[in-house]
């Protein structure tokens, strides 16, 4: 996933994770630009799930999102 990509929408797909995962913290899901890898354990590890579905997960949101805004 390229960083860019979720950088744009990363307030609103933030808002989709925590509703999915609701242990989710600010903190679990701060963005730092250069850190997605890190973004993505920290999930994985609050959530138990696999960098897979973290992953498919947010591509999923951002896929609605682009669709709903017509981007």
Known sequence: MNKLEIKGDWNLI???LKQKWAQLTDDDLQYLEGKQDELFGRIQK???ESR???ESAIKDYRATLRRTSGN
């Open 46 to 48: 609050r959530t138990g």
């Open 52 to 54: 897979e579905t973290v």
């Open 14 to 16: 933030k808002g989709k």
